[in-house]
């Protein structure tokens, strides 16, 4: 039988809904709207569609959403000088600097400047920190969303088998410490991993985080086996088009999976409703009220 097609825009739609819902809530406790940064320099294509999906998604759930566009010869200097302004501004409750920067600027540097509490992308080394320790932190969007996905399609993830193939600090390392909570065992593979194909057999669950277009094959999967993929890759098409693909080769993948995202439809939708939610998060917090239920 052909494996599930796991939808992550439904699940995403419904994140956003409940999201929605609860907004006004914190609008009446606290006497305003949640409010998101998002900072992009210069032009890169790719991080303008990201830029304007983001924006769209946090308007429609009833936020406030701040852009900050910046041209690509911005120095470092003005760069942190706007978030330090963005770190004071009570208004904002989330600072999300667009990825990848001009090479003229220095990406640790600008995320460690970033107010861990108003971190809502969860990359500053403190809230990766916290992560490890097992402390309530800001966590990266798409491995958050990846576990949300997991945990509705599998229940209680108590000592199953994770494989974890890619060590970003993005995806790969944070995905695994959530999947560690959540009582798996888990290893995670790469490029220098000796018979990857063996290795990722063992797993129950699949996590692909590698970048590298459809390189995980169907028979590398364990029978059964729940496939998260969160490759986005763009290759050729026909008559000189593109078309994007994952990190796991779907076709061959459907024959053996239990369960898998597909590409696009997956992940992507779920790391945008994942942002909105974590944007809430810390608007409760930074007002000193509990954390929004069902989220």
């Given at each position: 039988?052909?494996?599930?097609?796991?939808d992550g825009k439904a699940f995403a739609e419904g994140l956003r809904g409940r999201i929605a819902e609860a907004v006004p809530a914190f609008v009446e406790a606290s006497g305003r709207k949640p409010g998101l940064a998002v900072?992009?320099?210069?032009?890169?294509?790719?991080?303008?569609?990201?830029?304007?999906?983001?924006?769209?998604?946090?308007?429609?759930?009833?936020?406030?959403?701040?852009?900050?566009?910046?041209?690509?010869?911005?120095?470092?200097?003005?760069?942190?000088?706007?978030?330090?302004?963005?770190?004071?501004?009570?208004?904002?409750?989330?600072?999300?600097?667009?990825?990848?920067?001009?090479?003229?600027?220095?990406?640790?540097?600008?995320l460690a400047a970033i107010d861990p509490g108003k971190d809502v992308d969860g990359f500053h080394v403190i809230n990766a920190g916290k992560l490890a320790v097992g402390e309530a932190a800001m966590v990266p969007c798409t491995?958050?969303?990846?576990?949300?996905?997991?945990?509705?399609?599998?229940?209680?993830?108590?000592?199953?088998?994770?494989?974890?193939?890619?060590?970003?600090?993005?995806?790969?390392?944070?995905?695994?410490?959530?999947?560690?909570?959540?009582?798996?065992?888990?290893?995670?593979?790469?490029?220098?991993?000796?018979?990857?194909?063996?290795?990722?057999?063992?797993?129950?669950?699949?996590?692909?985080?590698?970048?590298?277009?459809?390189?995980?094959?169907?028979?590398?999967?364990?029978?059964?086996?729940?496939?998260?993929?969160?490759?986005?890759?763009?290759?050729?098409?026909?008559?000189?088009?593109?078309?994007?693909?994952?990190?796991?080769?779907?076709?061959?993948?459907?024959?053996?999976?239990?369960?898998?995202?597909?590409?696009?439809?997956?992940?992507?939708?779920?790391?945008?409703?994942?942002?909105?939610?974590?944007?809430?998060?810390?608007?409760?917090?930074?007002?000193?009220?509990?954390?929004?239920?069902?989220?």
């Amino acid at each position: 039988m052909a494996a599930e097609v796991i939808d992550g825009k439904a699940f995403a739609e419904g994140l956003r809904g409940r999201i929605a819902e609860a907004v006004p809530a914190f609008v009446e406790a606290s006497g305003r709207k949640p409010g998101l940064a998002v900072v992009l320099v210069g032009s890169d294509p790719a991080s303008q569609i990201y830029v304007n999906s983001k924006h769209k998604a946090t308007v429609a759930v009833g936020m406030e959403s701040y852009e900050h566009r910046l041209a690509e010869d911005t120095s470092q200097d003005d760069l942190l000088a706007l978030i330090g302004q963005l770190n004071r501004d009570d208004s904002v409750d989330g600072i999300l600097v667009q990825l990848p920067l001009p090479p003229q600027i220095d990406e640790k540097s600008v995320l460690a400047a970033i107010d861990p509490g108003k971190d809502v992308d969860g990359f500053h080394v403190i809230n990766a920190g916290k992560l490890a320790v097992g402390e309530a932190a800001m966590v990266p969007c798409t491995p958050l969303g990846s576990l949300m996905l997991l945990k509705d399609r599998l229940g209680d993830l108590s000592g199953l088998e994770a494989v974890v193939i890619g060590r970003s600090n993005i995806v790969g390392k944070p995905m695994a410490q959530l999947l560690l909570q959540e009582n798996c065992t888990v290893t995670i593979a790469h490029s220098r991993t000796r018979d990857l194909t063996a290795v990722v057999r063992r797993g129950d669950i699949v996590v692909a985080a590698v970048g590298r277009a459809q390189m995980v094959k169907g028979d590398w999967l364990k029978p059964g086996a729940v496939v998260i993929d969160v490759g986005i890759n763009r290759i050729p098409a026909d008559e000189g088009k593109t078309r994007l693909v994952g990190d796991v080769d779907f076709a061959s993948a459907m024959a053996v999976a239990g369960a898998i995202t597909p590409v696009p439809g997956g992940i992507g939708p779920m790391t945008i409703a994942v942002l909105l939610r974590n944007t809430l998060v810390a608007a409760h917090a930074r007002a000193g009220l509990p954390p929004p239920a069902g989220l």
